[in-house]
């Protein structure tokens, strides 16, 4: 199903952060002004095509109804296998002493955490992210947009099922760590070198027991403060360079 950004500002964005898109749509009867001009001009420089439909058609694909004549339709993201997720990882930890990190996010229901994990994940060096193919998000135009262009950088792949594809990881001499509030132990004194499939838990109950079940060990964040818990994007970029400081020496070889 084709994914519309709707309005002349979140086109405009979409643009601007170079949001693969099919083509710009355009109502018959739009009011020209300098925002759709300068959409026009965004999307002549980067071959985007212009489509004229009718207002009527425009109102039949609008979602939140706030197209304000324009809208844009995104390409289909070019999700990876799980197996060119590996391949990825073997090549990474061929080329760094052993270590890498593969990121997998346990149902993750808002699209923009998942830009922000990627995002966060591609800068700490991981190697791919997994997520499930069903009841999560996936990639839209919100991601391109938290991630600022990371998820065309990192390999994002979709499995149906968690708990084999960690199965999977793990005869690949990968351990497989899970971060929960309820672990005993601080990430601090996990040892997280070699190759790590760090688990991120849903925004509101965490890792979901029968993928808890496959994980080697777990792991919980320090806490000083009163707040109950991090935002998992938060979360994860904590996680994420704590690996990163443990393989630093593997890692950062420039």
Known sequence: MADYIEGKRAVIEALRTRVPLTAVLLADNAQRDSLVNDILRKAKQQNVAVKTLSRKRLDELSVRGSHQGVMAQTKPFPYASLEEVMVAADAFAAAHEGSALVVVLDHITDAGNLGAIARSA???????????????????AATYKSSAGAVS????????????????????????????????????DANLKGRIALVMGNEGDGVSRLVLETCDFAVALPQAGSIGSLNVAQAFTTCAYEWLRQNRDAVLTD
Request: a positive charge; aromatic letters at 6%; one cysteine or more.
């Open 122 to 140: 591609e800068s700490a060096g991981a190697c791919g992210i997994l997520i499930p193919n069903k009841r999560a998000a996936s990639v839209t």
């Open 153 to 188: 950088h990192i390999p994002i792949a979709q499995v149906p099922n968690l708990p084999s594809a960690l199965e999977k990881l793990k005869k690949e001499s990968f351990w497989v760590a899970a971060a929960t509030e309820q672990a005993r132990e601080l990430i601090w």
